[in-house]
């Protein structure tokens, strides 16, 4: 396929019929490898095979089909990775005999290879495992899936690519599949984004290449199609007319804990805002797409993205938290942020002047991610009940997820007085029982499906960096100094300053605590 193209991949399973071309459904017989890259990593035992297993005890992996591989350079036996994860498996809310013989099964199926990623032993010893399960399983020549996680840093990404493509892909096209699955950062700044899609594009076609950015398999970040265009109450009221402003904030009350090393050379604008919070940024102000197909969804991502102004200087505040460079792998001198907030202005009829406050930061008072959409004053207010505060829609992407609006309403009684209240969807109290998956487990039965609706195009990644990379090379050539600020704080008190001129009114006196049951 030629570059620029982009093709919807057939793909099956029970999604809807708008997801699905129906003439373009190749029946999918083969047995599926899952082979996780960079097994003894972080991310690996932390998200990739806690949400394997969470596939696999809801059936959506069936032991008769699938394989899971492990593959890095340590040294280590099947039974060692297995050990490795046991732990993140086992988790405190089901401690049930039945859980634990779950978890035992779960990991007979995990087999790991030891091997580098730039040689072409490692890879063929690889191939020759996969081919050997794929025999065993009876999976017809070039059925069989293939599915390669990327839990391993950027910088050998081209390496591997290569690797696989050499050794490793599924042999013809009998309605088999090999697919890549990669984990941002992807690229620091534009130019080396640009040279990774490259290399890789080179060697895989965009179907098969799945950009994977976490935030966009979270429940109430999936809602926000459903709200905005399933809902009549939105469509007028989305736009410059009603809305002042928009902040999508992500906090967390942690430092970088053990991941120093790998944050300083980053920082929290390639960390967090250049993709989750960007990501988020496309769906609250993305134009309806023309269907739910993955591309016609991805265009809209992309219009938004090329829509965004240069970012000014005077609407960006840096912070570094106080002890950051106390960790042995940060330089002592690091310039790198660990909170940043920025305004992005959208270029277009809907949102001309209405600033997008994105803010992120480390080591802050509290853990949480949210979308706060506030409206414009009412006009002639009769009730003067502007003191009280703003119109504000809420989605409160994690903890405790809820969808909340924040009203003025009558004081109950039998003054004629106002007061604000909310009305709120709070997920536990709404959809008690109901299990929220990881986000990681959704994305994963996504690529297996074939589903790219809720990964990065290539287009939409080099947007994305388009918009940051200037600010973030003068961050790296030292314009910007990064304001110190007290962990366990809100941040610098600057950043609060910047929400205010850009016209954010804060409601004082009331805060929204989520209902308990
Ligand atoms: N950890 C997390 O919470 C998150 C991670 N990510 C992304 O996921 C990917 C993996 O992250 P994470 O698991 O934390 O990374 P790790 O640093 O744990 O690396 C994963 C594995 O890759 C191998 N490795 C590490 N450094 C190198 C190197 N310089 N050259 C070659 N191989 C190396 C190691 O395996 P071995 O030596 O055995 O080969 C290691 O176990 C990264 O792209 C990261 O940005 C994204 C979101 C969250
Ligand atoms: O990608 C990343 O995300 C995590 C936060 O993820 P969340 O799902 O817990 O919100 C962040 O801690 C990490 O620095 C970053 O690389």
Known sequence: MGSGQWCIENRSGNRNDSFVRKDEAVPETGCLSIIVLGASGDLAKKKTFPALFNLYRQGFLQPDEVHIFGYARSKISDEELRNRIRGYLLSDKNASPEHSEGVSKF????????????????????????????????????????????????????????????????????????????????????????????H???????????????????????????????????????????????????????????????????????????????QVLCLVAMEKPVSLKPEHIRDEKVKVLQSVLPIKDEEV??????????????????????????????????????PFILKAGKALNSRKAEIRVQFKDVPGDIFKCQKQGRNEFVIRLQPSEAIYMKLTVKQPGLEMSTVQSELDLSYKQRYQGVTIPEAYERLILDTIRGDQQHFVRRDELKAAWEIFTPLLHGIDNGEFKPISYQPGSRGPVEADELLAKAGYVQTHGYIWVPPSL
């Open 107 to 198: 990991l007979q199926f995990i087999k790991y290879v030891s091997g580098s990623y730039d040689t072409e032993e490692g890879f063929q010893l690889l191939d020759k495992e996969i081919s050997e399960h794929e025999i065993l399983k009876k999976s017809q020549e070039g059925s069989a899936r293939r599915l390669f996680y990327f839990a391993l840093p950027p910088s050998v990404y081209p390496s591997v690519c290569r690797m696989i493509k050499r050794c490793c892909m599924n042999r013809s096209d009998l309605g088999g599949w090999t697919r890549i699955v990669v984990e941002k950062p992807f690229g620091k700044d534009l130019h080396s984004s640009e040279q990774l899609s490259s």
């Open 200 to 278: 890789i594009g080179e060697l895989f076609d965009e179907p098969q290449i799945y950009r994977i950015d976490h935030y966009l398999g979270k429940e109430l970040v999936q809602n926000l199609l459903v709200l905005r265009f399933a809902n009549r109450f939105f469509l007028p009221l989305w736009n410059r007319d009603n809305i002042d402003n928009v902040q999508i904030v992500f906090r967390e009350d942690f430092g970088t804990e053990g991941r120093g090393g790998y944050f300083d050379e980053y920082g929290i604008i390639r960390d967090i805002i250049q993709n989750h919070l960007l």
């Open 317 to 354: 505040v840096l912070g570094q938290y106080e002890g950051y460079r106390d960790d042995p792998t940060v330089p002592d001198h690091s310039n790198t942020p660990t909170f940043a907030t920025v305004i992005l202005r959208i270029h277009n009829e809907r949102w001309e002047g209405v």
